[in-house]
């Protein structure tokens, strides 16, 4: 009987609109699953399932209609399997990530390897309010990093070489941002404009624009839904480390002083936010 509650009160268990039946939310950090894995969430659904499965916004994977009776034992194959029941309630919820340098030509950081970290370090702790993690290996944003409690985007700083641009023209093609303007025969960037993508270094046919201060950017307290708020910059770190050590401050930040019932979004000057942000400032100073 114990085992039947608890499973019964772990935040992938979502109960229905028919309350007969429940939807079983499975962990799957940065949606990254192996051939084998989903062979075998496609056996469970099929055996105590309707036979379909859903893929979330969450980049993870739900089956829909069980029966609360098998939820002991959905739990037990879906560990074996490798694919344990996920999180859903006030906690940490599954780790979104683009594709990253593993096979994005867009990105600018590994987003799987920092994705599987956190996943692994906080994964499911209880909250006081719902925290979202997502991760973009550019400004491109395909996660929307802004748009959840915690973004991690990655950038880098463009810098070119002096006097051997030949005004070709090839980076003022690609910007999508119209942050580069030819001179007098040589390429000139407005920082004010630059969104830090990268897209001019790789686009360079002639490797003469070099890449400075590649990093994450850390955003907080945004959030999709009805009303959606773009999160606070917070700070640029340069290393795997550093931002995940930001990322534990931000998490031990909001579970001290966050309030229950109340997005995180609508509690960041009650938080004392800048207050916070001058200390992490502090403790880790960014590189210019």
Request: proline fraction near 5%; include cysteine; charged fraction near 25%.
């Amino acid at each position: 009987m114990n085992l039947d509650i608890g499973v019964h009160m772990k935040g992938g268990v979502i109960t229905e609109r028919d309350s007969d039946f429940c939807t079983v939310r499975i962990r799957l950090p940065a949606g990254r699953i192996s051939v084998d894995q989903l062979r075998g969430i496609a056996n469970i659904a099929k055996k105590y399932g309707s036979g379909v499965v859903h893929c979330t916004t969450r980049q993870t994977i739900e089956i829909p209609h069980v029966l609360p009776a098998s939820l002991p034992r959905i739990e037990k194959n879906l560990a074996k399997n490798g694919t344990p029941i996920g999180s859903e309630r006030d906690e940490i919820v599954n780790i979104i990530a683009c594709p990253g340098t593993e096979r994005c030509k867009f990105a600018n950081i590994d987003t799987i390897s920092l994705a599987g970290k956190i996943d692994a370090l906080l994964f499911g702790k209880e909250m006081p309010v719902k925290m979202r993690i997502a991760i973009s290996g550019c400004p491109n944003s395909c996660t929307s990093p802004m748009l959840n409690e915690i973004g991690i985007m990655g950038r880098i700083r463009p810098v070119r070489k002096q006097g051997q641009c030949t005004g070709c023209g090839t980076c003022v093609q690609y910007c999508k941002e119209r942050a580069i303007q030819i001179k007098n025969g040589v390429s000139i960037l407005d920082p004010k404009k630059c969104v830090q993508c990268g897209v001019c270094i790789y686009s360079c046919p002639f490797d003469i624009i070099d890449a400075e201060h590649r990093h994450y950017l850390v955003l907080v307290g945004g959030r999709r839904g009805r009303h959606p708020h773009i999160g606070r910059e917070l700070i640029a770190v340069e290393t795997e480390e550093q931002v995940i050590s930001v990322v534990r401050k931000i998490v031990n930040w909001v579970y001290r002083r966050a309030w229950s019932g109340r997005l995180l979004s609508d509690q960041m000057d009650d938080l004392q936010f800048e207050t916070f942000k001058k200390e992490i400032l502090q403790d880790i100073p960014k590189k210019k």
